[in-house]
């Protein structure tokens, strides 16, 4: 894609945002002034999305529609390109393997130049993966899992290396934590990510409270990132305003960097030409925009990306998970019972009001939770059809569709548990060791 059209669509991005703003907030934006606390009673706060667009940011995502985000939409505003049948397909010829269930049922729905990725790697070129995790809380749920459920399986079936960014000074940075809790956090979300399997060979997690420190190569990367982006840049791009701190002003800098391989010289040495391939939920693209638009001009590729839909709430795809609502999702600390007892009080239903009812007119699984959920985590797709045909003439009660993801999902928990269990300090400590990592690339 020429630069041209890069600012045309960032401009079309600017002003579709603006729009949103003003849906949100009921006034125009204006650079230097930040909204103004909506009238006691006005319906012009931050829930009155039915105004507008669905509005994402890396910090809010909202809409109106109990289908969720319209991804389509989204695809248009954001600029990027539909993983479509022919992508997959593309996918699956390249790497000889049945596309994981996140691509075949778009899950993973959106991409940066992905079959860029694929020429290369045809071509016997090297690339590498690149995801993260900011560790807010030390309990994580089943919808933080699905970036590294994937990115598992592409490391898996492209058998490259990886490497995994816990954004702990960010953390420190938007919410109400000291330093040492959130390097904490960090440690202790890295054990559920290690569990997800990760091969230790080709596997570098790192904290950027430790990290950035000790690696030159790494910080040299965010200097030169910082000085070709300006502040209204990013106060366009993330919504800053005058009264934000300056760390989180400078921190996209930060997220930036991994994307470009001479920042872990310890893995490439001091190669610059290495392409990075970025899987994460598409609330993050806009740090990812800045990056692309960046990387030529300091001279290094652009990183690709494969975006995902978001994880819903337990209470309805309109309403946002929160780690400080235990009700919100499965944890991944949660008992079998406590699953049981979730699902069956909280998950949101497309069923009817009454038995009858649900028998006659069917149920909807646009709307429902539990189907949605199964559709993440049921590997069987024609287990998954059989049950949205059930589910929607009426053959299949709520009850019963409530049981089929109670019994996907605690042993998926339990199963999570087990391995994570098995994971030591000492573990961890391997994985965030700064290291050469095994891979095939000259």
Same mark, same amino acid.
């Given at each position: 894609?020429?630069?041209?059209?890069?600012?045309?669509?960032?401009?079309?991005?600017?002003?579709?945002?603006?729009?949103?703003?003003?849906?949100?907030?009921?006034? =125009?934006?204006?650079?230097?002034?930040?909204?103004?606390?909506?009238?006691?009673?006005?319906?012009?706060?931050?829930?009155?999305?039915?105004?507008?667009?669905?509005?994402?940011?890396?910090?809010?995502?909202?809409?109106?529609?109990?289908?969720?985000?319209?991804?389509?939409?989204?695809?248009?505003?954001?600029?990027?390109?539909?993983?479509?049948?022919?992508?997959?397909?593309?996918?699956?010829? #390249?790497?000889?393997?049945?596309?994981?269930?996140?691509?075949?049922?778009?899950?993973?729905?959106?991409?940066?130049?992905m079959h860029q990725i694929l020429e290369a790697y045809e071509n016997k070129k090297p690339f590498y993966l690149y995801t993260g995790r900011g560790p807010s809380s030390e309990a994580m749920h089943v919808g933080h899992l699905i970036p590294f459920i994937?990115?598992?399986? *592409?490391?898996?079936?492209?058998?490259?290396?990886?490497?995994?960014?816990?954004?702990?000074?960010?953390?420190?940075?938007?919410?109400?934590?000291?330093?040492?809790?959130?390097?904490?956090?960090?440690?202790?979300?890295?054990?559920?990510?290690?569990?997800?399997?990760? =091969?230790?060979?080709?596997?570098?997690?790192?904290?950027?409270?430790?990290?950035?420190?000790?690696?030159?190569?790494?910080?040299?990367?965010?200097?030169?990132?910082?000085?070709?982006?300006?502040?209204?840049?990013?106060?366009?791009?993330?919504?800053?305003?005058?009264?934000?701190?300056?760390?989180?002003?400078?921190?996209?800098?930060?997220?930036?960097?991994?994307?470009?391989?001479?920042?872990?010289?310890?893995?490439?040495?001091?190669?610059? =030409?290495?392409?990075?391939?970025?899987?994460?939920?598409?609330?993050?693209?806009?740090?990812?925009?800045?990056?692309?638009? #960046?990387?030529?001009?300091?001279?290094?590729?652009?990183?690709?990306?494969?975006?995902?839909?978001?994880?819903?709430?337990?209470?309805?795809? /309109?309403?946002?998970?929160?780690?400080?609502?235990?009700?919100?999702?499965?944890?991944?600390?949660?008992?079998?019972?406590?699953?049981?007892?979730?699902?069956?009080?909280?998950?949101?239903?497309?069923?009817?009001?009454?038995?009858?009812?649900?028998?006659?007119?069917?149920?909807?699984?646009?709307?429902?939770?539990?189907?949605?959920?199964?559709?993440?985590?049921?590997?069987?797709?024609?287990?998954?059809?059989?049950?949205?045909?059930?589910?929607?003439?009426?053959?299949?009660?709520?009850?019963? *569709?409530?049981?089929?993801?109670?019994?996907?999902? /605690?042993?998926?928990?339990?199963?999570?548990?087990?391995?994570?269990?098995?994971?030591? =300090?000492?573990?961890?400590?391997?994985?965030?060791?700064?290291?050469? *990592?095994?891979?095939?690339?000259?």
């Open positions: 894609m020429c630069p041209t059209n890069e600012i045309d669509s960032a401009v079309e991005m600017l002003l579709s945002l603006k729009m949103s703003y003003k849906a949100a907030t009921g006034e =125009d934006y204006k650079a230097d002034y930040p909204p103004r606390d909506p009238a006691p009673g006005s319906d012009s706060g931050l829930d009155a999305t039915e105004a507008g667009e669905d509005f994402v940011d890396p910090w809010t995502v909202q809409t109106s529609s109990a289908k969720g985000i319209d991804y389509d939409k989204l695809i248009v505003r954001f600029g990027s390109s539909k993983i479509d049948k022919e992508l997959i397909n593309r996918i699956e010829r #390249v790497t000889g393997q049945r596309p994981h269930r996140f691509l075949r049922r778009g899950i993973f729905f959106s991409h940066r130049d994937f990115t598992k399986w *592409l490391q898996d079936v492209f058998n490259v290396p990886l490497v995994i960014q816990m954004t702990d000074d960010e953390k420190y940075l938007w919410k109400d934590l000291t330093l040492d809790q959130a390097y904490g956090y960090a440690v202790e979300n890295a054990k559920d990510i290690i569990a997800c399997g990760f =091969d230790i060979k080709k596997t570098f997690i790192f904290s950027d409270l430790d990290y950035m420190g000790m690696s030159p190569g790494f910080y040299k990367n965010v200097v030169k990132i910082q000085k070709h982006v300006t502040f209204n840049q990013v106060k366009g791009i993330f919504g800053f305003t005058d009264s934000d701190c300056i760390g989180k002003i400078s921190f996209p800098a930060i997220q930036a960097a991994p994307s470009f391989s001479n920042s872990f010289p310890q893995i490439f040495r001091d190669r610059t =030409d290495v392409q990075c391939l970025i899987p994460c939920a598409i609330d993050q693209d806009p740090y990812f925009r800045m990056t692309r638009d #960046v990387a030529p001009r300091i001279g290094y590729p652009k990183p690709a990306l494969l975006h995902s839909t978001f994880f819903p709430a337990l209470q309805g795809a /309109q309403t946002k998970m929160s780690a400080s609502d235990p009700n919100s999702s499965i944890f991944l600390t949660d008992t079998a019972k406590q699953i049981k007892t979730k699902v069956n009080k909280h998950a949101f239903s497309g069923g009817r009001d009454t038995t009858e009812e649900h028998r006659q007119f069917g149920g909807n699984c646009d709307v429902d939770v539990s189907f949605m959920y199964l559709t993440f985590f049921l590997e069987d797709d024609d287990r998954l059809e059989q049950i949205r045909k059930d589910y929607t003439s009426g053959a299949m009660l709520t009850g019963e *569709l409530k049981k089929e993801l109670i019994e996907v999902l /605690q042993p998926l928990i339990a199963e999570h548990q087990a391995r994570r269990k098995e994971v030591t =300090d000492e573990i961890v400590k391997e994985f965030m060791t700064p290291r050469k *990592l095994s891979y095939d690339f000259e």
